[in-house]
């Protein structure tokens, strides 16, 4: 025992009604919601590099936190291991989720990293088989050091790239061994800053190199868990080549990858990019590369990522709403890529931070569910298109020509009439349940 946590007790389910800031009014793993208990629908992790490798600073100011498990040494390493996994055990969550960076101190060189990162490896190893926690996906940490200034896989550089993969390597190793359900690929440097040095050409030819070199050795090495992508728009690079989930699905098809790569969506990231996260998780849905999410919020008051944790009902129910929709998740979950406020020091706050974002998950949940089961928005949306389900527009889609269609409209007399969409009367019906 740490002792970091000293005095705070595992978080229970005590209901609505519950006055105890240290329990759960919504979550309550156990209950079935449409069919599932409630954690396989929620699948909750926590997120290492926010919860214990970020110091407390933004772009404006340095560190506020201080944490025992601070520092560059490998006892402060299996120290942090330690405190997260008593973290994990206290809010009964059954998955987190870690960057190569966020585990391992930065060694002297590549070898140097690589041994330390495996003796991590080997900790979580013995962690998981005395805690409950599973890990639910890795990823390498390709866009703090320095050497990624200009990108990762996209690097003008050769030795770049091949440092790159080879860390991606190593971290592919190390969620296998770990039985992870999912690796992913977080471009944060894959993008440019102006076209005046840049070849787009060059760079995405070797992102989407990087990507099939991924995938062939996931298949090599006998891994049975999904590959992601997560989708960035912007922040730092000026553009970054994985804008939304419609740009990746474009590269993905490009380079023959559709059928291997999924992606995880980030609430805030959809916001960068100027869509709503249940936009981004139907496409993915309808576009056959749905994976998982990661759930935090921006301030909708600043124009940067911000990294909190969601605090509204409403908006969860509508992502839920859409995951529901798809079939729920398969290998991926709810990654809390959220972080503290600089201001919230204490252990309490780390704790309590993640009882409300759970709560608030759970309830969107089970209001997207009752809505899903109440059925009248999926009929409202089926009688709007129900004109398609008629033989004659089935046939004009499968193979009508514009001259077909032409000679039918010119003898028949068609005169088609606006219909009205309803949306304020579908919205009226979805406030009822949430």
């Given at each position: 025992m740490?002792?970091?946590f000293?005095?705070?007790?595992?978080?229970r389910?005590?209901?609505?009604?519950?006055?105890?800031?240290?329990?759960?009014?919504?979550y309550?793993?156990?209950?079935?919601?449409?069919?599932?208990?409630m954690?396989?629908?929620l699948?909750?992790?926590?997120?290492?590099?926010?919860?214990?490798?970020?110091?407390?600073?933004?772009?404006?100011?340095?560190?506020?936190?201080?944490?025992?498990w601070f520092?560059?040494?490998?006892?402060?390493?299996?120290?942090?291991?330690d405190?997260?996994f008593?973290?994990?055990?206290?809010?009964g969550?059954?998955?987190?989720?870690?960057?190569?960076?966020?585990?391992?101190?930065?060694a002297g060189?590549?070898?140097?990293?690589?041994?330390?990162f495996?003796?991590?490896?080997?900790?979580?190893g013995?962690?998981?088989?005395t805690h409950?926690?599973?890990?639910?996906?890795?990823?390498?940490?390709?866009?703090?050091?320095?050497?990624f200034?200009?990108?990762?896989?996209?690097?003008?550089?050769?030795?770049v790239?091949a440092?790159?993969?080879?860390?991606?390597?190593?971290?592919?190793?190390?969620?296998?061994?770990?039985?992870?359900?999912?690796?992913?690929?977080w471009?944060?440097?894959?993008?440019?800053?102006?076209?005046?040095?840049?070849?787009?050409g060059?760079?995405?030819?070797?992102?989407?190199?990087f990507l099939?070199?991924?995938?062939?050795?996931?298949?090599?090495?006998?891994?049975?868990?999904?590959?992601?992508?997560?989708?960035?728009?912007?922040?730092?690079?000026?553009?970054?080549?994985?804008?939304?989930?419609a740009?990746?699905?474009?590269?993905?098809?490009?380079?023959?990858?559709?059928?291997?790569?999924?992606?995880?969506?980030?609430?805030?990231?959809a916001?960068?990019?100027?869509?709503?996260?249940?936009?981004?998780?139907?496409?993915?849905?309808?576009?056959?590369?749905?994976?998982?999410?990661?759930?935090?919020?921006?301030?909708?008051?600043?124009?940067?990522?911000?990294?909190?944790?969601?605090?509204?009902?409403?908006?969860?129910?509508?992502?839920?709403?859409?995951?529901?929709?798809?079939?729920?998740?398969?290998?991926?979950?709810?990654?809390?890529?959220?972080?503290?406020?600089?201001?919230?020091?204490?252990?309490?706050?780390?704790?309590?931070?993640h009882?409300?974002?759970?709560?608030?998950?759970?309830?969107?949940?089970?209001a997207?569910?009752?809505?899903?089961?109440?059925?009248?928005?999926?009929?409202?949306?089926?009688?709007?298109y129900?004109?398609?389900?008629?033989?004659?527009?089935?046939?004009?889609?499968?193979?009508?020509?514009?001259?077909?269609?032409?000679?039918?409209?010119?003898?028949?007399?068609?005169?088609?009439?606006?219909?009205?969409?309803?949306?304020?009367?579908l919205?009226?019906?979805?406030?009822?349940?949430?």
């Open positions: 740490t002792g970091y000293n005095g705070i007790p595992a978080i389910y005590e209901g609505p009604e519950s006055e105890n800031d240290f329990a759960f009014r919504h309550n793993p156990d209950e079935v919601v449409a069919g599932r208990r954690e396989d629908h699948r909750f992790a926590v997120a290492y590099w926010h919860s214990f490798a970020w110091p407390g600073g933004d772009p404006f100011g340095g560190q506020t936190f201080e944490r025992p520092g560059d040494t490998m006892e402060h390493a299996r120290l942090k291991a405190a997260a008593e973290m994990f055990d206290i809010l969550v059954p998955y987190f989720c870690f960057h190569d960076a966020d585990v391992r101190p930065e060189s590549f070898a140097a990293s690589l041994k330390q495996e003796a991590i490896v080997d900790h979580f013995a962690k998981m088989q409950r926690a599973r890990l639910l996906w890795s990823t390498a940490n390709l866009f703090s050091h320095r050497r200034m200009a990108g990762a896989a996209t690097n003008p550089d050769p030795e790239f440092w790159s993969a080879a860390t991606v390597k190593a971290c592919m190793d190390a969620t296998h061994r770990l039985g992870g359900q999912n690796y992913v690929l471009g944060g440097r894959e993008g440019y800053e102006t076209l005046l040095n840049t070849d787009l060059r760079e995405r030819h070797q992102a989407g190199r099939q070199m991924v995938v062939d050795y996931k298949h090599r090495i006998g891994f049975k868990g999904t590959i992601l992508i997560e989708p960035k728009p912007q922040e730092p690079s000026k553009h970054q080549y994985d804008y939304d989930v740009t990746v699905y474009g590269f993905l098809k490009d380079f023959g990858l559709e059928q291997e790569v999924k992606v995880n969506i980030e609430q805030g990231h916001i960068l990019a100027g869509h709503s996260f249940e936009h981004e998780i139907a496409l993915a849905a309808s576009l056959g590369i749905f994976g998982s999410i990661d759930m935090n919020r921006n301030d909708y008051q600043s124009g940067w990522d911000t990294d909190q944790f969601p605090d509204s009902v409403p908006e969860m129910a509508r992502a839920y709403y859409e995951i529901l929709r798809a079939g729920g998740f398969t290998t991926g979950g709810t990654n809390f890529d959220a972080k503290l406020r600089r201001q919230s020091l204490d252990p309490e706050d780390l704790i309590l931070a009882v409300g974002a759970m709560d608030i998950c759970a309830r969107a949940l089970k997207a569910a009752a809505l899903l089961q109440d059925g009248a928005l999926e009929r409202a949306r089926a009688e709007r129900a004109g398609w389900d008629r033989p004659e527009a089935k046939s004009m889609l499968a193979t009508g020509t514009l001259e077909s269609i032409s000679a039918r409209v010119l003898e028949s007399g068609l005169d088609p009439k606006p219909r009205s969409g309803c949306q304020e009367r919205e009226n019906l979805w406030n009822r349940f949430v």
